[in-house]
C-alpha cells in the first residue's frame, strides 16, 4: 500500500443549514475540513496509507477532529500539539446567481504559529511515496511557510515525491508577505503541481493569453492551458507534471467540470462534468487532487489518471462537507459511463 502524507490546516467548519444567508442563521451545522486534511481522507476512502500532519491545540474540540480522521482512516501520529486554538472558517452557500461566501476565523490557531523543528520530518516522511502541501499553508505566517519549506526539503532529500496545490487565497495573505514572495522557492521543490488559471497569475504572474474565467458561461477550450502548464515547467525544472481543474461556472449550482495534465509533451484531457445541482462545491479541487493522486499511483496511464481525479471531484460536489466520502468502485463507475442517479440496491 502507497504511503502518502499531507501537512497543513484543518478547522472547524460552520454553515447555516441549507442555503440560509448568514443574516438569517439561528443555527450552524458543524463539521471540520481543511486542503491538505481533504486529500488525506480521499485518499484514505481509496485505500491508501493517509497520514495528515498539522498542529493541534489540546482541547475538546481538536479531539473532536482527530477522532473524525480517524474514523474515516486516516493516520494522524504525526499531528503535533500546542497552542490555543483551532481556525474556524463559516461557510454561507450560494445558490443561482448568489455565490457563496466564507468568514474566517484562524487568526492565531495552532498551526500558524507552528515554526521549523516542531515537526519530526525525517520520521513522518519514513517509508512514504508522496508528500502533499498547499498553498493555503505558507499564506498562514512565516513560521507556516518556514515549516512547509523545511517539509519540502526533508522530502526531496528522502526522495518522496512532492505534490502541491498552488491554491491561492487572498484573504490569507496579511502577514507582510506576498504569495509571489513566498511560493517560487517552494514549489522549486516539487515534481507536480496542480492550479488553475488564477492561481498562476497570482503567484508567478503566468496567465493564458485570452481568458476570462468570469465569461467562460461553462465552456472552456482546454487546449490554452498548455502555455500555462509550460510556463510552470519552465520556471520550476523539477516539475514533470501540472495539472489543471477546469470550472465553468454557469451559477452557484450549476458548473462544468473537468481537468488537464500536462507532462511537457502530451495534454491529456478528462471527460467534462455537466453538474447541474451542486450540493457543496468545497472541497472540490481537493478531491481531484486526492483523486489525481491515487491515480497516478494505480493506474499505468495519465489518461486514467486524470479521468479518475475528474470523476472524483464531480461526485464530491454532490456530498455534503468538505470531505469526498465516495470509494473506488463508485468514482470507476462513473468513468466508465455510470451516473445516472439510480438506486444501488
Given at each position: 500500500m502507497a504511503k502518502v502524507v499531507t501537512f497543513g490546516e484543518v478547522m472547524l467548519r460552520l454553515s447555516p443549514p441549507g442555503y440560509l444567508r448568514f443574516s438569517q442563521a439561528r443555527q450552524f451545522d458543524a463539521t471540520?475540513?481543511?486542503?491538505?486534511?481533504?486529500?488525506?481522507?480521499s485518499l484514505a476512502r481509496y485505500?491508501?496509507?493517509?497520514?495528515?500532519?498539522t498542529r493541534l491545540p489540546q482541547n475538546d474540540i481538536a479531539d473532536m477532529c482527530t477522532a473524525e480522521l480517524k474514523g474515516l482512516g486516516v493516520n494522524t501520529d504525526g499531528i503535533?500539539?500546542?497552542?490555543?486554538?483551532?481556525?474556524?472558517?463559516?461557510?454561507?452557500?450560494g445558490a443561482v446567481a448568489r455565490g457563496s461566501k466564507v468568514v474566517y476565523d484562524r487568526a492565531h490557531s495552532a498551526i500558524s504559529e507552528i515554526t521549523p523543528g516542531m515537526v519530526d520530518w525525517h520520521k513522518v516522511l519514513e517509508g512514504a511515496d508522496w508528500f502533499h502541501w498547499t498553498g493555503i499553508t505558507p499564506a498562514l505566517s512565516q513560521g507556516a511557510a518556514d515549516a512547509c519549506l523545511e517539509?519540502?526539503?526533508?522530502?526531496?532529500?528522502?526522495?518522496?515525491?512532492?505534490?502541491?496545490?498552488?491554491?491561492?487565497?487572498?484573504k490569507l495573505w496579511k502577514y507582510g508577505k506576498t504569495a509571489a514572495e513566498v511560493m517560487p522557492r517552494l514549489v522549486a521543490g516539487c515534481d507536480l503541481i496542480l492550479g488553475n488559471e488564477e492561481d498562476a497569475e497570482k503567484e508567478f504572474g503566468i496567465k493564458p493569453e485570452g481568458f476570462?474565467?468570469?465569461k467562460t458561461g461553462g465552456e472552456i477550450d482546454q487546449n490554452i492551458f498548455v502555455s500555462v502548464a509550460r510556463q510552470l515547467m519552465e520556471k520550476f525544472p523539477r516539475c514533470k507534471k501540472v495539472a489543471i481543474t477546469l470550472r465553468g461556472s454557469i451559477n452557484a449550482n450549476h458548473n462544468t467540470w473537468g481537468g488537464?495534465?500536462?507532462?511537457?509533451?502530451?495534454?491529456?484531457q478528462s471527460r467534462r462534468y455537466d453538474i447541474t445541482h451542486i450540493v457543496d462545491r468545497v472541497g472540490g479541487g481537493d478531491s481531484f487532487m486526492g483523486g489525481l493522486l491515487y491515480g497516478l499511483l494505480a493506474y499505468e496511464t495519465d489518461q486514467e489518471a486524470i479521468e479518475f481525479a475528474a470523476a472524483a471531484s464531480c461526485l464530491k460536489h454532490t456530498v455534503f462537507g468538505d470531505?469526498?466520502?465516495v470509494t473506488v468502485a463508485e468514482?470507476?463507475?462513473l468513468v466508465r459511463g455510470g451516473g445516472s442517479g439510480r438506486v444501488s440496491r
Open positions: 471540520f475540513g481543511g486542503g491538505e486534511a481533504n486529500v488525506a481522507v485505500g491508501v496509507d493517509a497520514h495528515f500532519v503535533v500539539y500546542g497552542g490555543d486554538r483551532m481556525g474556524i472558517y463559516f461557510l454561507e452557500t517539509a519540502i526539503r526533508v522530502a526531496n532529500e528522502m526522495e518522496v515525491k512532492v505534490s502541491c496545490d498552488l491554491n491561492y487565497r487572498k476570462d474565467a468570469e488537464v495534465l500536462y507532462d511537457g509533451r502530451t495534454l491529456w470531505y469526498n466520502r468514482v470507476e463507475a
